[in-house]
C-alpha cells in the first residue's frame, strides 16, 4: 500500500504570494491532518480534514485554509506569505481519526519564503 | 491549555544500552497519545500509539507506558542500536477539541 505522497518536496516563494501544497493520504483513509514544523516552535497543528469538513483547527491566523476532495487529498493554501511562514510542513492521514487510529506522515513539503 | 513536554532534550548513549524517554503533559484528558520519530529532514513515522484507557504498548525492543494521573508517559528502548539513532517525539490528542499537541522532542545518538 503506498504511503502517504505531498507535492512539491520543496518550494520556494517570496512574501506576499501564496501557495497550495497537496496530500495524498494512505489508500482508505479519510482524515488528514496539516501540521507545521520550525526550529523554534516544533511541531504544530494546523487542521483536520475528515469526510471533506474541518473537523479541527489549531491556532493559526485565517491566512492558512484547507479543503478535502471526495477522494480524500487535501490541499492546504497560505496567502499573503510571511518570512515566519517559512517551514516543513506536514500531513498524516489515518482512517478515521479514531482513538485507536494511527497516524500516517508524509515527507513534507518544505517551503522557503524569501 | 495542554502543554506537552519532553526529558531529556538529547541523549548520547553506547550501542547496546536499554534508555527510557520521557513525555509529561499537562491535562490528563486525553483521547490519545502517540510516540513518533524522525529522521533529520524526514517526516514522522509512528512507533506506538496509545490509547487513553490502555497503560501499555509494545512492539519490538519498544516499550510505551502511560499513566494519564501524573501525566506522563516513558518510552523505553531495548538494546539500542545506530539505526535508533533519530529525533523522538510524542504527541498527545485532547478530549477537548481533538487537536494533536507536539512535544519538542529528544534527540537520540546511539554510538557504535
Known amino acids: 500500500k503506498a504511503g502517504v505522497t505531498q507535492t512539491p518536496r520543496y518550494l520556494i516563494k517570496t512574501r506576499g504570494q501564496q501557495v497550495t501544497l497537496s496530500c495524498s493520504p494512505i489508500?482508505?483513509?479519510?482524515?488528514v491532518s496539516w501540521y507545521q514544523q520550525t526550529p523554534g516552535q516544533g511541531l504544530q497543528f494546523l487542521f483536520e480534514y475528515f469526510s471533506e469538513t474541518q473537523r479541527n483547527k489549531g491556532n493559526f491566523p485565517g491566512r492558512f485554509s484547507g479543503r478535502q476532495f471526495s477522494n480524500s487529498r487535501s490541499e492546504m493554501n497560505v496567502s499573503t506569505l510571511e518570512l515566519g511562514d517559512s517551514a516543513l510542513y506536514l500531513c498524516?492521514?489515518?482512517?478515521?481519526?479514531?482513538?485507536?487510529?494511527?497516524?500516517?506522515f508524509g515527507p513534507g513539503t518544505r517551503l522557503t519564503v524569501l | 491549555k495542554q502543554e506537552v513536554t519532553q526529558i531529556p532534550a538529547a541523549l548520547s548513549v553506547p550501542e547496546g544500552e536499554n534508555l527510557v524517554l520521557n513525555c509529561s503533559f499537562t491535562?490528563?484528558?486525553?483521547?490519545?497519545l502517540q510516540w513518533f520519530r524522525q529522521d533529520p529532514g524526514k517526516g514522522l513515522t509512528s512507533l506506538l500509539l496509545?490509547?487513553?484507557?490502555?497503560r501499555e504498548q509494545t512492539s519490538g525492543r519498544l516499550n510505551a507506558s502511560l499513566d494519564k494521573s501524573s501525566g506522563r508517559s516513558t518510552l523505553y528502548i531495548a538494546a539500542s542500536q545506530p539505526g535508533d539513532s533519530a529525533t523522538y517525539l510524542c504527541a498527545v490528542r485532547d478530549n477537548y477539541g481533538q487537536n494533536f499537541v507536539f512535544g519538542p522532542g529528544t534527540r537520540l545518538s546511539v554510538l557504535p
Open positions: 491535562d490528563s484528558a486525553i483521547y490519545n
Open positions: 496509545i490509547q487513553s484507557s490502555q
Open positions: 498524516a492521514s489515518s482512517l478515521f481519526g479514531g482513538a485507536s487510529d494511527t497516524q500516517y
Open positions: 489508500s482508505g483513509h479519510r482524515s
